[in-house]
T-cell receptor
């Protein structure tokens, strides 16, 4: 069982549609990050949220950190083919343990032109 | 700046063989980590280091060994390769601490037959 569960695991939508990806845990994190990964490459950071209830916007992407700092969501408005990729959430450090960062199970997004 | 580099990019091993995956970074980051990525499981932490001479286990450390003799290098050793270790391995580095961005290498695709 992984610490961070993402849903859905796969998402295929038409260009112009909206979508939301969820990242859930029963643990409390000091911060939560979202990464995007292209095939054959390492993940690249999109955003970091550190305060419960925090909302950040990056162009058409909106990120929210849950009030209890256990969950997060990523909302994409008017998806474009360039948004295609694997989206990963990552949380850490946990409140009472070291420096470990834990990654979610990932959401593979395909945007069809 | 080369960022985070990993070698080799691809490797095929027979069961029982040993090998070392190399990772180096030129950003003077204290925190380095190794992850493995398997389909449907996101990234799982193998080992990490918060500075030269200091290493600790992650979620899935069995069958792997690490050392950190310098700030720049963080090699991962497979002691006796098993088919279950077939995966894509990523090395990452960061300044460490709450919310710090992790920079990833391009990955090593390992197949154990």
């Amino acid at each position: 069982t992984q610490l961070l569960e993402q849903s859905p695991q796969f998402l295929s939508i038409q260009e112009g549609e909206n979508l939301t990806v969820y990242c859930n845990s029963s643990s409390v994190f000091s911060s939560l990050q979202w990464y995007r990964q292209e095939p054959g490459e390492g993940p690249v950071l999109l955003v970091t949220v550190v305060t419960g209830g925090e909302v950040k916007k990056l162009k058409r992407l909106t990120f929210q950190f849950g009030d209890a700092r256990k969950d997060s969501s990523l909302h994409i408005t008017a998806a474009q083919p360039g948004d295609t990729g694997l989206y990963l959430c990552a949380g850490g450090p946990l409140r009472y343990t070291g420096n470990q960062f834990y990654f979610g199970t990932g959401t593979s997004l395909t945007v069809i032109p | 700046n080369a960022g985070v580099t990993q070698t080799p990019k691809f490797q095929v091993l027979k069961t029982g063989q040993s090998m070392t995956l190399q990772c180096a970074q030129d950003m003077n980051h204290e925190y380095m980590s190794w992850y493995r990525q398997d389909p449907g499981m996101g990234l799982r932490l193998i080992h990490y280091s918060v500075g030269a001479g200091i290493t600790d286990q992650g979620e899935v450390p069995n069958g792997y060994n690490v050392s950190r003799s310098t700030t720049e290098d963080f090699p991962l050793r497979l002691l006796s390769a098993a088919p279950s270790q077939t995966s894509v391995y990523f090395c990452a580095s960061s300044y460490g601490g709450r919310g710090a961005e992790q920079y990833f290498g391009p990955g090593t695709r390992l197949t154990v037959t």
